[in-house]
């Protein structure tokens, strides 16, 4: 006769498989022959995905790296040119391979790989989430990203509103201020003709910059922060 589980057991059940799901590896991605392979970010967050970077150089040509990646990916691929740069794709199980190729000179060729866990809720850290806090009123987040390197966790954020440049630069002061940051430089320049204001504050373990630009319809903001070694 076949055991039952109780609710108690059923529900430690699910949350197993659901820990197990999201523990799945990274997978290990090869990169060409002969490449030079050198890991760019373990653990990138960007707009709640985690992600891994790496970049490799090798000697020949686009289409040489095309051919491996082709090979590699099977026929389930995309591929595409995006600013010039050969670009392709596939999905390997819970994950989203993407190589973008760039040919900076001939017979050389600058890849870089971008790996991304698919499925998953996607996740912001306590710091992206405050740092969203910190955009004035109206505004509308357009990409975070979080990262560690070295052991110094940075988060960035870019946002856009429709508020004045003045009134979002003392606005962001006046947030920042509050949560212990003060103020260490100011400049203002103008950028293709934009206006510009650039902030770099700090607190007793991190520093922040800020940057505020007039784009004539919306004002652009960006905005990171770097947790300061120990």
């Known amino acids: 006769m076949a055991a039952r589980l109780s609710a108690c057991g059923l529900?430690?059940?699910?949350?197993?498989?659901?820990?197990?799901?999201?523990?799945?590896?990274?997978?290990?991605?090869?990169?060409?022959?002969?490449?030079?392979?050198?890991?760019?970010?373990?653990?990138?967050?960007?707009?709640?995905?985690?992600?891994?970077?790496?970049?490799?150089?090798?000697?020949?040509?686009?289409?040489?790296?095309?051919?491996?990646?082709?090979?590699?990916?099977?026929?389930?691929?995309?591929?595409?040119?995006?600013?010039?740069?050969?670009?392709?794709?596939?999905?390997?199980?819970?994950?989203?391979?993407?190589v973008r190729l760039h040919a900076p000179l001939a017979g050389e060729v600058d890849g870089t790989m971008m790996i991304t866990r698919i499925g998953a809720k996607p996740s912001h850290s306590g710091v992206t989430l405050d740092t969203e806090a910190l955009l004035p009123a109206g505004s509308a987040v357009l990409q975070t990203q979080e990262s560690v390197d070295d052991g110094v966790a940075s988060t960035l954020v870019v946002g856009a509103n429709q508020v004045g440049l003045r009134a979002n630069r003392d606005a962001l002061v006046a947030k920042l201020r509050s949560r212990g940051f003060h103020l260490d430089r100011e400049d203002s320049s103008q950028s293709d003709g934009h206006a510009v204001v650039m902030l770099t504050l700090s607190s007793d373990n991190e520093d922040a910059t800020v940057s505020v630009t007039d784009a004539g319809t919306y004002r652009s903001l960006v905005l990171s922060r770097a947790r300061k070694p120990k």
Not at 63 to 89: C, M, P, Q, W
């Open 11 to 98: 529900a430690s059940l699910a949350l197993w498989c659901g820990l197990a799901a999201a523990q799945s590896p990274w997978p290990s991605v090869d990169a060409p022959a002969g490449a030079q392979v050198e890991q760019v970010a373990d653990d990138l967050v960007l707009n709640g995905m985690h992600s891994r970077v790496m970049r490799f150089q090798m000697s020949g040509n686009a289409d040489d790296a095309l051919k491996f990646y082709r090979t590699l990916f099977g026929a389930r691929h995309v591929e595409n040119t995006v600013s010039g740069d050969r670009t392709i794709a596939a999905r390997q199980g819970d994950f989203f391979v993407t």
